[in-house]
């Protein structure tokens, strides 16, 4: 049974503008369908946007006051889509496919990932691993090659229903309902990238029937919103959901079993391979503007500094890791000083004063290896030279 008309007509055009992606100009068979998504009754909606002067044309309307409503209703939500640096939320509802990043490069479980945001196919999937491996990025490039709407939310212990689904907000003052994250999510059949959600409180509880597959009931508006075609749940973290008994991430929580058990695969992700790795800095330093014999020459002893203190970490002999992310910062550092050692001094002061200063002596020491090698390498080439001279 439709309910009854209880909204105001910028509440109408709020609604049916985010619906429609930010479009103003929708047709009679725009708004049938959003009527019956909201159970509403198609000449009473009709009669209202009639009456406030929005119909343009025979089954044309012009919903040219929706945009400033829009914006509006979107500064207020405390979790909000995050898509690259849109400036507004008129711009994050057009923009959200991500942008293609010319330096990535796919590895690990990249290919099963986007197979599965490329099916379509409703089916949560969780990834874990270290901080900085590409985790979230991953997901992110994947849509972006697809071509795939992604929402993503960044899990906190105080994220709740409200930030979540949406609630009801004071909008110049009259109360107005506000769609959350994954109810934009839900109606664009995007992919929900829920990042950090091992720091998520028992609150997350209230996406249980969405990791069904079953759409979410607003109870505040007393409407049922089903997912559209393509959407799905990814969930990053650095565990399991089952906590961090090391300390090292300190603020993760165990999650509910039963709310784990509804991801469907869990990926864990490994940092990428010594010659992956040297690809992403290569690309890196490209997009710097710096290529030539040593660039690459700078790519390999990162790489393998970062190889051997991995190794070490694994092994128990340090307490931290040189990630993928913290490589990329140590290539951008360079390319602003000018200086490796500045650089790698200054990437690594985030650790305590004896593990940064064991890694600087590693990289010093690796650097140096390399140099005589090349000495090396020079001075055969000589000699090969003036003998065949």
């Known amino acids: 049974m439709p309910t009854k008309l209880n909204i105001t007509t910028d509440n109408i055009i709020q609604s049916v503008t985010a619906y429609f992606d930010g479009q103003t100009e929708i047709t009679t068979a725009n708004l049938r369908e959003w009527c019956n998504v909201h159970s509403y009754t198609y000449g009473t909606i009709r009669n209202r946007l009639v009456k406030d002067g929005h119909q343009s044309g025979r089954g044309k309307f012009d919903l040219n006051t929706a945009k400033q409503v829009l914006e509006t209703s979107y500064e207020a939500p405390a979790v909000a889509p ?124 209230c996406l249980q029937s969405l990791l069904e597959g079953k759409g979410v009931f607003l109870k505040k508006t007393n409407t049922y919103v089903r997912p559209a075609a393509g959407f799905n749940v990814i969930a990053t973290a650095n565990t399991k959901g089952r906590g961090s008994d090391d300390g090292k991430f300190i603020g993760t929580n165990v999650l509910n079993e039963a709310f784990l058990e509804r991801f469907a695969v869990t990926f864990e992700q490994s940092y990428p391979t010594p010659a992956t790795e ?34 070490t970490y694994y092994d128990g002999g340090v307490e931290e890791v040189i990630s993928t992310r913290r490589l990329v910062n140590v290539a951008k550092a360079w390319a602003i000083w000018d200086d490796i050692n500045k650089a790698v001094e200054l990437c690594t002061n985030r650790f305590d004063d004896d593990t940064a200063k064991v890694f600087r002596e590693l990289y010093t020491k690796i650097a140096g290896e390399q140099q005589v090698q090349q000495d090396l390498n020079d001075a055969e080439d000589k000699a090969y030279a003036d003998d065949i001279n």
């Open 82 to 205: 995050t898509v690259g640096s849109v400036q507004t939320a008129t711009q994050e509802l057009d923009n959200l496919v991500p942008d293609a990043d010319d330096t990535f490069v796919p590895f690990g479980n990249f290919k099963d990932v986007k197979a599965i945001i490329k099916s379509k196919v409703f089916y949560p999937l969780f990834i874990t691993g270290l901080s900085g491996n590409g985790k979230t990025h991953g997901v992110e490039q994947a849509c972006a090659q697809l071509g795939r709407r992604v929402v993503r939310v960044n899990v906190t212990i105080e994220t709740d229903e409200d930030d979540l689904i949406g609630g009801f907000r004071l909008i110049n003052g009259e109360t107005v309902w506000s769609d959350g994250p994954v109810v934009q999510a839900l109606r664009r059949g995007a992919v929900l990238l829920l990042d950090e959600i091992d720091l998520a409180s028992n609150k997350i509880m």
């Open 278 to 311: 040297k690809k992403i800095l290569l690309g890196n330093f490209k997009q710097l503007g710096w290529v030539g014999d040593d660039i690459d020459t700078l790519a390999t002893n990162l790489v393998d500094w970062a190889d051997i203190i991995r190794k």
